[in-house]
């Protein structure tokens, strides 16, 4: 049986993390370099005679800008793991459903447990299948 083709936007967008990383080796360098520049803006105050309203403009901007990298930085990797998890959910549901030799014609214990996450019931009688690539289906 071989493998479906196409789809590969759909499956960057949705799996692929490189660009995540990316950001997030580009945000590391903002915030080391960001970082030298306060170093060197707070030492400058120390030695040299400035004015200190303008002092307190770069150094409140300085920070501001290590601030908003640092705040984006330390959501990615939880977007990243995200990712992978969805991605290697997705290649577990397909690996289980292309190993399937013929179609799908009754109940298959180990198709079930093979693609389903869980399964819940609630007191009002919905049902909210959630399966190994992450889809939900509510009844």
């Given at each position: 049986?071989?493998?479906?083709?196409?789809?590969?936007?759909?499956?960057?967008?949705?799996?692929d993390a490189s660009a995540l990383e990316a950001e997030r080796n580009e945000l590391q360098s903002e915030m080391t370099v960001v970082a030298e520049m306060i170093e060197k803006c707070?030492?400058?105050?120390?030695?040299?005679?400035?004015?200190?309203?303008?002092?307190i403009r770069r150094y409140g901007g300085l920070v501001d800008r290590f601030d908003k990298a640092r705040?984006?930085?330390?959501?990615?990797?939880?977007q990243?793991?995200?990712?992978t998890?969805?991605?290697?959910?997705?290649?577990?549901?397909?690996?289980?459903?292309?190993?399937r030799k013929t179609p799908l014609t009754g109940f298959d214990e180990q198709f079930w447990y093979a693609t389903v996450e869980t399964k819940t019931v609630y007191n009002d009688g919905r049902l909210l299948f959630?399966?190994?690539?992450g889809t939900e289906i509510e009844r």
């Open positions: 049986m071989s493998k479906p083709s196409g789809g590969g936007s759909v499956k960057t967008a949705l799996f707070v030492d400058a105050n120390t030695h040299r005679k400035q004015a200190q309203s303008k002092y705040s984006r930085f330390t959501e990615l990797p939880e990243i793991q995200e990712r998890v969805r991605r290697q959910a997705a290649e577990s549901f397909l690996a289980v459903t292309l190993k959630r399966f190994r690539d």
